[in-house]
């Protein structure tokens, strides 16, 4: 179809060249960021007299020496136990997080946080550079209070505003800023944690109007809390971790801190009512402490991370070989529920081994139609009818499930939903929670974090749990038919072309899979 748009006036085109070719050039003579060893600090002892604990630590169901784990697959519930964490914290705040958005979730946090640090609690914040483009006067400002420090993993040298441009500016530098720290972590006083999915947003937690994500994190506490501060402190001392003021050194004044509270009252306001209705403002938790201790289940945990000192020859897959090692000596069933599944190839070998020794293998993962990222569903589609034939089991989240209702807020249901939980469970047995998807880009290219949980308690749990979105209400079962192509069946229809949500969705992943970016999903 003919353009019918006007064109742009001649001058426009050549400042438009002459603008991307500055640029080009800017990334050109730019120099190449090294790693940089800052002041070393780490976890705070606990403390094992602090009273603010003794209602969980006093009623746990017994005194074995053991982890202790509460499944949080509900995102209101998710974000009031962090609520909770900030609120109860007497002497450290660790937080280490792949995205924290300024909205209203991650401005009530963040509020939080600081009421903590005003309290003269230590915090620590570690996040990654991937979406901080424009936020460096905000975390600066965050930087300035007494009691906090702000670090940013493998930052971007050269710091536009504009993400895009950031990008093109930093082109030189390709390798190391394509390798992004994905871990998600919570600490508070070294004796309880959150290990998960979530990044800190509205969409994470069912806040969001728009998308809403089925998502998955475990609080634990008990004998692996030393293992999970020990991951924070490798990353927080990292020559990777840099001060947030990387350019000019500057540090953000008492004016901008106090501006910038102002700031995150009027973004978490929208909230207030949700807080009110679910107890969740600045208050002593001890009573909810101790109802939910006798609740919690037993484990024994593992932490498997990646090294966050990355190199090209040295990329950061060591969680993903220490569970994929796992992965392949199942004998009887697995469970998989990824947001991104895309098996690289000698993972489909190990899924034909499993499947030839009568191993039962079902994968829950996004649909076309539910996938926040289409390039990442091409990818797993170009991989789809593998699986199929490998006999897994195949489930494709659909965006309007009924489910939905359980873990978006009253009030905040979205247009769509999608899948961000990555759980794996083995034999009922062990499961895999954290940031590690079945990708590329988790195995190789991101550095990840995951608890490794050895409890056929919390293993029923979490099956349990997730056992409604297997349903055809709420996934399409994608199925292989003897003449090679597949169907999508649901409770209330039976597809012959996978559901894409949109035309442009279709659109979009029929010229992505022509591109050779498999690799980078």
């Known amino acids: 179809m003919r353009d019918l748009r006007p064109p742009l006036p001649r001058q426009i085109h050549k400042s438009v060249?002459?603008?991307?070719?500055?640029?080009?050039?800017?990334?050109?003579?730019?120099?190449?960021?090294?790693?940089?060893?800052?002041?070393?600090?780490?976890?705070?002892?606990?403390?094992?007299?602090?009273?603010?604990?003794?209602?969980l630590r006093s009623n746990l169901p017994t005194n074995e020496v053991t982890s202790w784990f509460d499944i949080q697959a509900v995102g209101p519930d998710a974000l009031r136990w962090r609520l909770a964490l900030m609120d109860t914290a007497t002497s450290s705040l660790d937080a280490q997080y792949f995205i924290w958005r300024d909205d209203a979730v991650g401005s009530l946090l963040l509020e939080r946080l600081l009421r903590a640090a005003d309290r003269g609690v230590r915090v620590r914040l570690l996040l990654d550079d991937s979406f901080l483009a424009?936020?460096?006067?905000?975390?600066?400002?965050?930087?300035?209070?007494?009691?906090?420090?702000?670090?940013?993993?493998?930052?971007?040298?050269?710091?536009?505003?504009?993400?895009?441009?950031r990008y093109i500016e930093n082109l030189n530098d390709n390798a190391r800023i394509n390798h992004r720290m994905h871990n998600k972590l919570l600490i508070a006083d070294s004796q309880v944690a959150v290990v998960g999915g979530r990044n800190i947003a509205e969409e994470y937690f069912g806040f969001?109007?728009?998308?809403?994500?089925?998502?998955?994190?475990?609080?634990?506490?008990?004998?692996?809390?030393?293992?999970?501060?020990?991951?924070?402190?490798?990353?927080?001392?990292?020559?990777?971790?840099?001060?947030?003021?990387?350019?000019?050194?500057?540090?953000?004044?008492?004016?901008?801190?106090?501006?910038?509270?102002?700031?995150?009252?009027?973004?978490?306001?929208?909230?207030?009512?949700?807080?009110?209705?679910?107890?969740?403002?600045?208050?002593?938790?001890?009573?909810?402490?101790?109802?939910?201790?006798?609740?919690?289940?037993?484990?024994?945990?593992?932490?498997?991370?990646?090294?966050?000192?990355?190199?090209?020859?040295?990329?950061?897959?060591?969680?993903?070989?220490?569970?994929?090692?796992?992965?392949?000596?199942?004998?009887?069933?697995?469970?998989?529920?990824?947001?991104?599944?895309?098996?690289?190839?000698?993972?489909?070998?190990?899924?034909?081994?499993?499947?030839?020794?009568?191993?039962?293998?079902?994968?829950?993962?996004?649909?076309?139609?539910?996938?926040?990222?289409?390039?990442?569903h091409t990818a797993y589609r170009h991989r789809r009818k593998q699986l199929l034939e490998a006999g897994v089991e195949l489930h494709e989240l659909r965006p309007h499930a009924p489910e939905r209702t359980?873990?978006?807020?009253?009030?905040?249901?979205?247009?769509?939903?999608?899948?961000?939980?990555?759980?794996?469970?083995?034999?009922?047995?062990?499961?895999?929670?954290?940031?590690?998807?079945?990708?590329?880009?988790?195995?190789?290219?991101?550095?990840?974090?995951?608890?490794?949980?050895?409890?056929?308690?919390?293993?029923?749990?979490?099956?349990?749990?997730?056992?409604?979105?297997f349903t055809p209400q709420n996934s399409w079962r994608v199925v292989l038919g003897e003449n090679g192509k597949l169907t999508w069946h649901s409770s209330d229809a039976v597809l012959d072309q996978q559901p894409a949500g949109s035309i442009w969705r279709r659109v979009g992943d029929f010229f992505i899979g022509l591109l050779p970016i498999d690799e980078q999903m």
């Open 134 to 165: 424009g936020e460096d006067p905000v975390l600066m400002a965050v930087d300035a209070h007494r009691n906090v420090e702000v670090r940013i993993f493998n930052p971007f040298q050269v710091r536009a505003d504009n993400m895009l441009v």
């Open 208 to 376: 969001n109007r728009n998308r809403n994500f089925r998502d998955f994190d475990v609080m634990t506490t008990g004998e692996v809390i030393p293992q999970i501060t020990n991951s924070f402190d490798s990353y927080w001392n990292s020559d990777w971790a840099f001060p947030v003021a990387i350019v000019d050194h500057s540090k953000g004044s008492q004016e901008e801190l106090n501006r910038l509270r102002g700031e995150l009252r009027a973004n978490a306001a929208i909230l207030d009512d949700w807080v009110k209705s679910a107890a969740a403002g600045p208050r002593n938790w001890a009573s909810q402490w101790a109802a939910l201790a006798p609740t919690m289940l037993p484990g024994k945990a593992t932490i498997h991370q990646d090294d966050p000192d990355i190199a090209d020859d040295a990329p950061p897959k060591q969680a993903a070989g220490q569970v994929l090692s796992m992965f392949g000596e199942t004998r009887a069933d697995v469970v998989s529920i990824s947001a991104y599944l895309i098996p690289p190839d000698d993972v489909l070998h190990t899924i034909n081994d499993l499947s030839q020794r009568d191993v039962q293998i079902r994968a829950l993962t996004n649909s076309l139609a539910s996938n926040n990222h289409v390039a990442a």
């Open 17 to 55: 060249l002459v603008l991307l070719a500055a640029v080009l050039l800017l990334a050109a003579c730019a120099t190449q960021l090294k790693p940089h060893p800052q002041p070393e600090s780490f976890a705070l002892p606990p403390d094992p007299a602090a009273v603010e604990w003794e209602p």
């Open 406 to 469: 359980r873990f978006e807020a009253p009030g905040f249901t979205a247009e769509h939903i999608g899948l961000h939980a990555k759980i794996l469970v083995l034999d009922k047995r062990f499961v895999f929670v954290g940031t590690l998807n079945a990708d590329p880009r988790s195995i190789v290219l991101n550095t990840e974090v995951s608890l490794m949980i050895d409890s056929p308690e919390l293993a029923e749990a979490i099956l349990t749990a997730f056992s409604t979105d």
